[in-house]
């Protein structure tokens, strides 16, 4: 009964050491695996966070104060972009992406409301989930809104993030017909 009370106690404590051995790897395992597109396990240094969330903020302020300026400033400087939007074809190209805003741009009585949601910041790419409301004053004698949610994936070029990838998905408009 002895032998059996020590194998059962010397079993456990295998077990035991085998559970903390495995906890410990798992803990020291350095959390730099990436996979093909750049997204890491490891927290990527704060800066680049901050710079990641700089340019999504100055892209989003740009959009909202109609600045084509700023908002050219937040574009990849390959011409690498592709503008997503329901009931458009993709708009594949900076230039084409510009075009687009400048155009809008040019009516001033729509506004912008931006909120952050969430990112996700590898090393060299990011993504940022928003959600936006859009709104006329009058559109066809009604006020109008879109609430959407916008993603956007940001690559870093050359120690600096840009825009490179913008997709829209309205959630609700004002011209929606209840169920």
């Known amino acids: 009964m002895k032998n059996i009370i020590i ?72 011409g690498e972009m592709q503008l997503i939007l329901p009931g458009f074809e993709i708009m594949y190209s900076v230039e084409k992406f510009m ?25 060299k790419v990011g993504l940022g989930v928003t959600e936006i409301v859009y709104r006329e004053p009058d559109r066809n004698g009604e006020p109008y809104f879109n609430r959407m949610i916008v993603s956007y994936v940001l690559k870093k070029i050359d120690s600096n993030w840009y825009i490179i990838k913008d997709h829209a998905s309205s959630i609700e408009k004002s011209t929606d017909k209840p169920e």
Request: proline residues 1%; aromatic residues 10%; neutral net charge.
């Open 99 to 123: 075009n687009y805003h400048e155009n809008w741009f040019k009516d001033s009585t729509w506004t912008f409301e931006t909120k952050i949601l969430n990112t996700e910041i590898g090393d």
């Open 7 to 78: 194998r059962n106690q010397a079993a456990l404590l295998s077990v035991l050491l085998a559970f903390f051995i495995l906890i410990s790897n798992s803990c020291n395992i350095e959390n730099s695996r990436k996979d093909d597109i750049g997204f890491s396990d490891k927290m990527t240094d704060n800066k680049s966070h901050q710079d990641f969330k700089a340019v999504l903020k100055n892209h989003l302020n740009a959009v909202s104060n109609k600045d084509l300026k700023l908002l050219k400033s937040t574009m990849s400087p390959n």
